[in-house]
């Protein structure tokens, strides 16, 4: 099993997006996903720099700020190189429906990151939770699980209980 740091998994899981968004439920779902792949595409890069742009301000606060983070991070994937891990590729699934409530748009995001490591590839199967305060136009997303669930709650207590977060998985391909 990868062990990798929690706060780089946290922060890889969490970011915020710009786009302008109509109210349709289509293009609300279409820029969440759209979104989610800008920062996908971040990750990659290792553009930590440009990433914690895009983190949920709540969250980045909970870790200890921006230039935390970026160290956190840069560090993090340096070891992750060092002992023959690297992340080769990031996708997301179809939204979930949109939740509006508490002034706020809301849905959970499948995620996908394939994972090198000196064992083998493994495919890391987890959730995001998307969150917009501004009706569909800034999103941020925080990588969740059904155990983590409760405590992004204290984090961000405006997430509904309505979102059903499924549980993660790991795959080893070859």
């Known amino acids: 099993m990868i062990k990798l740091p929690a706060i780089v998994l946290l ?21 969440v996903s759209e979104q989610a792949d800008r920062m996908g595409k971040l990750m990659l890069a290792k553009d930590f720099v440009g990433f914690v742009k895009y983190m949920n301000a709540d969250v980045l606060k909970m870790i200890g700020g921006k230039e935390k983070v970026i160290t956190t991070m840069r560090s993090g994937t340096t070891d992750m190189k060092k002992k023959g891990f690297s992340f080769n590729s990031v996708t997301f699934g179809k939204p979930s429906a949109i939740i509006d409530t508490a002034g706020t748009l809301q849905c959970i995001l499948p995620e996908q990151l394939r994972i090198h490591s000196p064992q083998g590839d493994m495919i890391n199967h987890t959730s995001l939770f998307a969150l917009s305060k501004d009706n569909g136009k800034t999103w941020t997303f925080t990588e ?6 409760s405590q992004l709650r204290q984090i961000v207590p405006v997430m509904s209980s309505k979102l059903k977060v499924p549980p993660g998985r790991k795959e080893q391909v070859k």
């Open 11 to 31: 922060a890889l899981g969490s970011l915020t997006a710009t786009a302008q968004v109509s109210h349709s439920s289509a293009a609300i779902s279409r820029a």
């Open 144 to 149: 969740v699980n059904p155990e983590l669930q």
